[in-house]
């Protein structure tokens, strides 16, 4: 294959590759390898293979500006690549990354303006037909039964040389990428040509590639990309660095497109070739399934395991193979020890096949320069003791610590909730925000603080958007303001932008927020947008920035909502949960500021009161709201009882404005005897067909009472009745008869004929 170069075709994830490309390189000796990766990235060679570093990690290359674009380059210890890399270092041999560099690969157009669709669906059905000839359930597991359980290096090798031939074949000039694939292929063979021109002999090289491209590299000296087409490829200024990975990441369930659905079990195929016993990946498997499974409660015993094994091996003699696939393992363990369900073994099986492993590389190694700015911020701020791989709670007093003598001492913790809050933000997932603190305390924070090597992973990804913690956070939330759909989406981004401290991420916002105001707005929304900007304001100050410019806005949205409140309410039962919602948020805003008109949130509420052809469970809210606030009467509340609550209204409308009412201020409701009055002269006038109707909602509006509120109802009602408190209380809290629960159950099906 190629005059006298000496190809050696890869899966990029491929053990049975990684353990025979070894033996390749033994054999042949090369002075030169030459693998499959962008050519400026060589300088991360001499760090993937020191003594600390410990797979699986990968290269990432980003561009410098905006829009951001990435390539990504992962690497597990039985990539073929890897240990091309590592037998390199082991046998002080010249070892390099021969295909387009990463300035030139983020420079290819997005393949959006591609018929990526046409393209995709293409390259599927080959697969899928691939799939249906060798009569497997997926493209994974024609591979494992087909290549890795060869047992030779030939073997193996031509195996994977005709495999990606046909592939070739089958797809080349039908695959979006086709002429991308074209460009690549010219760059390498102009590598390989370079290389012979330095002076190493053709056949001192080996050339690691996907099986797809030997096909296309085979005729190096004939047709390669020349120095002038070289110089002008486009480009675009980037950077990469090397980042711990994990096996999580390198599966296909987390979108890696060249990645495998186990890499995990893939570690235990590689662990068999290095112990050079077939079966060890079987055992293995099938042994960390039922420990699994024991770890959790869930017994399995020895002999479970051992017919496991068998029962894998005659699957595998039954389908043609010489040891088990992953298929053959799982359905074995799923049989002995699921009871023939997956769902009892899915967990173990996730855990066996994926797993939670992580890489690591040494201090230092390639950072960032926001991993950088997060170290620095971590010593600044004194939190060095929290980056531990266990758990830590860390509480936080906003407050002005005034025993010390410089401000950044007086305020550290407000400073540590500015840098903790830009990486929740960033989802870093080094911090986790306790929201909820000790008497709802506006100064008081607590946080959840663990380090993992994952936190490092999503931190060098965060490097995407910004050279320190501050530019990412501040590009990330204004990608939100510009990704936003509606106004509340925006004012999420001005809470989160005071909460981090970043006045102009907060003046971005507010803009964009002024700028869609005056559009047309759902009474939700602008309840939200409104509970939103009015935390900002009250909590504003403990942070040290200036909301006054929140006002006017807030004061324009809150007199809309006024405006459109009562018109809303015109909805059905589906849609009185949501406007419910919205009132009670307008309402605590209403309570929290002076500067808004008052007068106009009472009218409406009043409106909405008062009116019969609103919603009647909203209007009953409504005067819940109004009595919690003083502004209705026991008069006014007892003629409202009395015309809402008589013979002349449908018992669902009677029923649900009660239901209404008893929201809010119970312990004032119960204390009212006159209404309990007029709710039992009410049901006395119904009929039994009226009864199960109002029965349906009067059942709701009761069910989340306490039994202590229970108990209140059954004096107000004993005192009615003329019987004793106690025995009400009894007759309410009574277990239910058979009878009575089939009466309750059928008022589930209960026809309103509306």
């Not at 009055?677 to 709701?700: G, M, Q, S």
Request: hydrophobic share 40%; proline share 3%.
């Amino acid at each position: 294959m190629g005059a006298g170069i000496h190809f050696f075709g890869i899966r990029h994830l491929s053990p049975a590759g990684a353990y025979y490309l070894r033996e390749y390189l033994e054999e042949k000796k090369p002075k030169l390898v030459l693998i499959e990766g962008p050519s400026d990235l060589n300088d991360q060679i001499e760090n993937m293979t020191r003594p600390e570093t410990r797979p699986p990690i990968a290269i990432l290359a980003y561009t410098s500006e905006a829009p951001v674009r990435t390539i990504l380059y992962p690497f597990a210890e039985y990539s073929p690549e890897y240990q091309a890399i590592v037998w390199c270092r082991e046998h002080k041999t010249d070892c390099r990354f021969m295909d387009l560099p990463s300035e030139a690969f983020l420079a290819i157009p997005y393949r959006d303006d591609i018929d990526e669709e046409e393209g995709e669906e293409g390259r599927q059905s080959v697969y899928q037909g691939l799939d249906r000839a060798a009569k497997e359930d997926g493209y994974d597991m024609f591979w494992e039964r087909t290549l890795e359980h060869v047992d030779s290096t030939e073997g193996y090798r031509q195996g994977v040389y005709t495999f990606g031939a046909k592939l070739r074949k089958l797809t080349e000039g039908k695959e979006s990428d086709w002429m991308e694939t074209l460009v690549r292929e010219a760059c390498m063979r102009r590598q390989i040509r370079l290389a012979v021109r330095e002076g190493f002999l053709p056949e001192e090289i080996v050339v690691v590639t996907g099986s797809y491209h030997v096909e296309g590299l085979k005729n190096w000296a004939e047709d390669a990309m020349s120095e002038e087409e070289f110089l002008a490829l486009p480009r675009v200024e980037a950077s990469h660095t090397l980042m711990p990975y994990s096996y999580y990441r390198l599966s296909t369930r987390a979108g890696y497109g060249a990645g495998n659905k186990a890499p995990a079990y893939y570690a235990l195929l590689w662990e068999a070739f290095l112990y050079q016993e077939p079966l060890r990946a079987s055992y293995s498997y099938l042994s960390r399934i039922a420990g699994y499974q024991r770890e959790n409660g869930t017994p399995v015993s020895s002999a479970q395991t051992i017919e496991a094994v068998r029962l894998a091996s005659s699957l595998a003699q039954l389908r043609g193979s010489k040891a088990p696939s992953l298929r053959d393992l799982r359905d074995a363990a799923v049989t002995l020890m699921g009871e023939g369900r997956f769902s009892a073994v899915n967990l173990a099986v996730a855990d066996t096949e994926i797993g939670t492993t992580i890489g690591a590389l040494p201090d230092g190694v390639s950072r960032t320069s926001i991993q950088e700015d997060f170290y620095r911020q971590l010593k600044e701020w004194k939190l060095e003791k929290y980056r531990d791989l266990t758990a830590q709670e860390l509480a936080l007093d906003l407050r002005e610590n005034r025993n010390v003598i410089s401000e950044k001492s007086a305020y550290l913790d407000l400073y540590r909730s500015f840098f903790l809050h830009r990486l929740r933000i960033l989802k870093i997932s080094f911090v986790d925000w306790q929201q909820v603190t000790q008497d709802n305390a506006t100064w008081a924070e607590r946080w959840i603080v663990r380090w993992t090597p994952e936190a490092e992973i999503e931190l060098v990804e965060a490097a995407l958007k910004g050279d320190t913690i501050a530019q990412a956070a501040s590009f990330a939330m204004k990608e939100r303001v510009e990704t936003a759909q509606n106004m509340s989406g925006i004012a999420s981004v001005i809470e989160d932008a005071f909460t981090c401290g970043m006045a102009e991420a907060v003046r971005y916002a507010l803009t964009a927020l002024q700028a869609i105001a005056v559009d047309a707005a759902s009474l939700e929304e602008l309840a939200l947008t409104a509970s939103r900007l009015s935390v900002v304001i009250q909590y504003g100050s403990i942070r040290r920035l200036d909301a006054s410019p929140l006002i006017p806005i807030l004061t324009q949205i809150f007199y809309r909502a006024c405006l459109l409140l009562p018109g809303a309410c015109v909805c059905d039962d589906n849609g009185s949960k949501g406007m419910q919602a919205a009132m009670e948020q307008l309402n605590k805003v209403d309570l929290a500021h002076d500067f808004l008109d008052h007068e106009a949130w009472l009218l409406a509420l009043r409106e909405i009161a008062n009116r019969d052809d609103l919603n009647t469970k909203l209007s009953g809210y409504a005067a819940a709201i109004l009595l919690e606030r003083g502004e209705m009467d026991t008069e006014h509340l007892k003629l409202e009882v009395g015309r809402r609550l008589s013979k002349g209204i449908p018992a669902d409308l009677g029923a649900g404005w009660f239901e209404g009412l008893a929201m809010k201020n119970r312990y004032a409701l119960i204390a009212r005897l006159s209404l309990w009055e007029h709710l039992d002269e009410y049901l006395n006038t119904l009929d039994d067909e009226e009864f199960k109707r109002a029965l349906v909602f009067l059942r709701r509006a009761f069910a989340d009472f306490s039994p202590a509120e229970k108990d209140s109802i059954a004096e107000n009602l004993g005192e009615i009745w003329g019987f004793h408190a106690q025995q009400v209380s009894e007759a309410i809290n009574r277990e239910v008869s058979q009878e009575e629960q089939e009466l309750l159950a059928g008022l589930d099906d209960f026809d309103f004929d509306i």
